[in-house]
């Protein structure tokens, strides 16, 4: 820190060369990323609540209602009427929560003290994390040859230390989406906590099926599903950072209650004491803003532009590792090695990600990406081949 205060032009013209480092959502070269630009007007609410503190909601009142009834209108697009949960900053918090919940739900009621927990190859790192936070056991379900979970392998898997299975709607990787339906009765059958981690899929299956897209079931309208993720700060075009928790019942939030005296409310839930209330109002309204008919235009363009660019790249002799099912492709050079091709696109000025399971190309198809974009994309793969 510096000893005198340093004028404010000086400080911002010290930020601004420091910003200019960053890659701009706004140019579309950014291609791995499942995150966008938020919305100007969800950015404009965010700053109006930037001094709010859902950890003391009895001086936030107003806020905490805020979140309340974005919980409320995220359960109801999951087929839930009766929601509970948290807008949280990720993915990766509401993973940690749901894991928590299952946790201490299996160590209260079944008297599991040494739990493990059941997921995918293709599960995000946040279940590692989880994990090694919480104490529990990992034990990996294979994915067979759709890069799905094999349930033969998860059957197989359960044994009496199960504290939670774990599967996903929108893969990190490819974007596919799991035999959640099958899983969950087997999860019910079992009496064991079904997590769905639809942290990408969950702002875009409900809107995509509502078009008229044959995709599966994912959501509370299966009974064995105990909470999911989704998070507004991707294709819900909400601000970062805005995770959703949602829970089917209040008792997966009581049995990870502490005590909390010296706050309005005397008990908390959540991983984290202080939480931005921005998050949530800022959720809210975007999601009244877009309605169900503008978050549901907003899917089939991202799968409309998802088809243009798997197609063109057949076109063009590239090899599709799997038909996609939302909006990420993931591809190959026929002859190339994947770290080669990805050193040439990003020599070109694109930001690729390349998925290890398997190696391939992986561009996700986010808000950002417009068909002009891809085009260029296109050209330069074409020069490339």
């Known amino acids: 820190m510096d000893d005198k205060p340093i004028d404010k032009q000086d400080i911002l013209k010290e930020l601004d060369e420091l910003h200019k480092l960053d890659h701009n959502y706004a140019d579309g070269r950014i291609l791995g990323s499942m995150c966008t630009e938020a919305h100007p007007f969800a ?3 965010f700053c109006k609540f930037l001094d709010t503190n859902l950890g003391d909601p009895g001086l936030f009142r107003g806020t905490k209602q805020i979140e309340n009834n974005v919980i409320k209108s995220i359960g ?7 929601a509970y949960g948290n807008i949280v900053t990720g993915g990766t918090e509401a993973n940690l929560m749901a894991m928590r919940a299952a946790r201490n739900h299996a160590r209260k009621y079944k008297g599991i003290s040494d739990g493990e927990i059941i997921i995918p190859e293709s599960a995000h790192f946040s279940f590692k994390k989880a994990a090694d936070m919480l ?16 349930v033969e392998s998860l059957r197989d898997a359960i044994s009496d230390k199960t504290v939670a299975i774990v599967a996903i709607a929108g893969t990190t990787e490819l974007g596919l989406i799991d035999p959640i339906e099958e899983i969950s ?6 009496n064991i906590y079904f997590h769905v981690d639809a942290a990408f899929g969950g702002f875009s299956i ?4 509502q078009a008229g897209y044959d995709l599966p079931v994912f959501d509370f309208s299966l009974d064995g599903v105990c909470s999911i993720t989704v998070d507004p700060h991707k294709m819900g075009l909400a601000p970062i950072p805005a995770g959703g928790i949602i829970f089917r019942c209040e008792e997966y939030l009581d049995v990870m209650a502490v005590d909390s005296p010296y706050l309005t409310v005397k008990t908390q839930s959540t991983i984290v004491g202080t939480r931005l209330g921005a998050s949530s109002a800022a959720t809210y309204a975007i999601m009244k803003y877009f309605g169900r008919e503008g978050y549901t235009k907003l899917a089939q363009n991202l799968m409309e532009n998802t088809k243009f660019f798997a197609q063109n790249l057949k076109k063009l002799g590239y090899e599709i590792v799997c038909e996609p099912e939302l909006n990420i492709v993931a591809f190959n050079h026929p002859d190339m090695d994947t770290n080669v091709l990805a050193q040439k696109l990003e020599d070109l000025g694109w930001k690729v990600s390349v998925a290890k399971c398997p190696v391939a190309i992986r561009v996700v198809l986010m808000n950002h990406i417009k068909k002009n974009h891809l085009e260029e994309l296109l050209k330069d793969l074409e020069d490339i081949y």
Request: charged share 40%; proline share 3%.
């Open 206 to 209: 409900p809107f995509l099926r």
């Open 76 to 82: 109801e697009l999951l087929s839930l009427d009766d």
């Open 135 to 150: 104490n529990l056991k990992i034990v990996e379900a294979k994915i067979d040859e759709n890069y799905k979970i094999d």
């Open 185 to 190: 009765e087997i999860a019910f059958e079992n």
């Open 43 to 45: 950015k404009e609410v």
